[in-house]
């Protein structure tokens, strides 16, 4: 009987600290349910949207905001 394995998840409080090792700043977040979590920061004066994954921690999408 196939039984899907469950896999860790970043908490959504955890991942800001990944960007700001990125060099962002400000880093607040907007969506955190689901497959992703969104975050508004922002980086050498301009500010932006990002998106990352919440079971890798990965950056999907990053669009000017």
Request: net charge positive; glycine share 6%; aromatic share 10%.
């Amino acid at each position: 009987e196939y039984v899907p394995r469950r896999t860790a998840r970043f908490t959504c409080s955890a991942l800001p600290s990944k960007l700001r090792k990125s060099g962002y700043r400000n880093v607040k977040a907007t969506d955190c349910k689901g497959k992703s979590y969104a975050f508004i920061a922002e980086r050498k004066g301009k500010r932006y949207k990002i998106v990352m994954s919440s079971r890798t921690g990965a950056v999907i999408s990053r669009k000017r905001y």
